[in-house]
């Protein structure tokens, strides 16, 4: 693993649970941040590529392998919108299933519900923006109707042992709206908390986010719903994501999303360029300290191969241009 502190400083420091500073600057001491890999959905449903279904098994079992323990396998969407996810029940069936790890699908409503359901699926998200227009492009439903079915979503799932996890959109800003009141952002994750989600997922869209919007932003989410509901998806449209990722981390967020190669987007949000890359995040994470149990050179050899063997175009900079740190 490509990490800058050796294991047995990591081990000594792993029962650390206070950030602290030291010369040159903030310190994970030790403290784990989870890393949600969202490659094989937010990644590849925006790839132009398209992916065959049992490399996409392959891709999920092997960062797995790599020490991911949250991974997003698809979305049970219309395939109309979008048919890079139109396998996802096929590739929940064929994956082999490693216990500890959770297998995430998106679901937008009760038939999405059913199709993760019937592919035995025990961790499902609900996704929904906090600005009326993406809402609408993205699911053809005003914020209070999405509101509805999601509620409804949740109370079905959480009510047969399912877990749920709540993304909100747009949170940093709108391609359509511009700015979005960050009390909207809050007052519907509080919503979808109380339905039962047991994770709220800060959706930057488009990468508007600056980073005194994000600090802030972060640290109200953080004291709002507290650092384990809360998680940070970024895109990084404007070559912000590290930043604000480290914004986040500061504010006392714990939980981050990313995507193997910085694949990634939202079909119904121009300029939703990639997300930010697993390999960016997890080089920064190390540096700093913080522990998140993956392999950041295994990751890297899953992106070379999902490149090579598909033609996808990977933007992650660690993954682009970076070699082993000697
Ligand atoms: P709709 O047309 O309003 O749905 O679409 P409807 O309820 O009126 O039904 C119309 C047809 O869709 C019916 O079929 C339904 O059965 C079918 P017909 O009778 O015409 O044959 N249908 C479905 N089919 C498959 N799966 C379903 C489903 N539900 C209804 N779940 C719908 C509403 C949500 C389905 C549609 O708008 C859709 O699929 N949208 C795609 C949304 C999407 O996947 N967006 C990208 C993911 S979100 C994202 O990337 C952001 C995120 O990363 C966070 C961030 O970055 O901010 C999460
Ligand atoms: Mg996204």
């Known amino acids: 693993?490509?990490?800058?502190?050796?294991?047995?400083?990591?081990?000594s420091m792993s029962n650390a649970n206070t950030t602290q500073t030291v010369a040159g600057g903030p310190a994970g001491q030790g403290q784990s941040v989870r890393v949600v890999e969202v490659g094989p959905r937010d990644g590849l449903q925006n790839e132009r590529v398209a992916v065959p279904t049992h490399a996409k098994v392959e891709m999920i079992e092997r960062l797995v392998e790599a020490g991911v323990r949250?991974?997003?396998?698809?979305?049970?969407?219309?395939?109309?919108?979008?048919?890079?996810?139109?396998?996802?029940?096929?590739?929940?069936?064929?994956?082999?299933?490693?216990?500890?790890?959770?297998?995430?699908?998106?679901?937008?409503?009760?038939?999405?519900?059913?199709?993760?359901?019937?592919?035995?699926?025990?961790?499902?998200?609900v996704f929904m923006s906090s600005s009326e227009t993406h809402n609408r492009k993205n699911l053809n439903r005003t914020i209070s109707e999405s509101l509805a079915t999601v509620t409804q979503v949740i109370k079905e799932a959480t009510g047969s042992g399912m877990e749920v996890r709540g993304y909100i959109s747009t949170v940093f800003g709108c391609p359509y709206e511009g700015d979005v009141p960050f009390d909207r952002v809050l007052e519907i994750g509080s919503g979808l908390l109380e339905a039962g989600?047991?994770?709220?997922?800060?959706?930057?869209?488009?990468?508007?986010?600056?980073?005194?919007?994000?600090?802030?932003?972060?640290?109200?989410?953080?004291?709002?719903f507290g650092p384990d509901h809360?998680?940070?998806?970024?895109?990084?449209?404007?070559?912000?994501?590290?930043?604000?990722?480290?914004?986040?981390?500061?504010?006392?967020?714990?939980?981050?999303?990313?995507?193997?190669?910085?694949?990634?987007?939202?079909?119904?949000?121009?300029?939703?360029?990639?997300?930010?890359?697993?390999?960016d995040l997890l080089y920064m994470l190390n540096s700093l300290g913080y522990h998140t149990g993956i392999d950041l050179d295994r990751v890297v050899a899953i992106s070379r191969d999902l490149e090579l063997e598909h033609g996808a175009t990977l933007s992650s900079k660690y993954f682009r241009y970076a070699g082993a740190r000697l």
């Open 1 to 11: 693993m490509s990490d800058s502190i050796g294991t047995d400083q990591k081990d």
């Open 197 to 224: 989600a047991t994770q709220i997922s800060l959706g930057d869209t488009t990468g508007m986010g600056t980073p005194l919007q994000v600090r802030e932003g972060c640290g109200r989410a953080v004291e709002t």
């Open 230 to 279: 809360v998680a940070l998806h970024l895109h990084d449209t404007r070559g912000l994501g590290l930043v604000n990722a480290l914004q986040g981390l500061e504010a006392g967020m714990r939980i981050f999303d990313s995507s193997m190669g910085g694949m990634g987007g939202c079909p119904y949000a121009p300029g939703a360029a990639g997300n930010l890359g697993t390999e």
């Open 70 to 125: 949250d991974v997003e396998i698809g979305s049970f969407v219309h395939p109309k919108w979008v048919p890079q996810m139109a396998d996802t029940a096929e590739v929940a069936r064929r994956i082999r299933r490693e216990p500890g790890v959770r297998y995430w699908a998106l679901v937008p409503n009760m038939r999405g519900l059913d199709f993760a359901r019937s592919a035995s699926l025990e961790h499902i998200a």
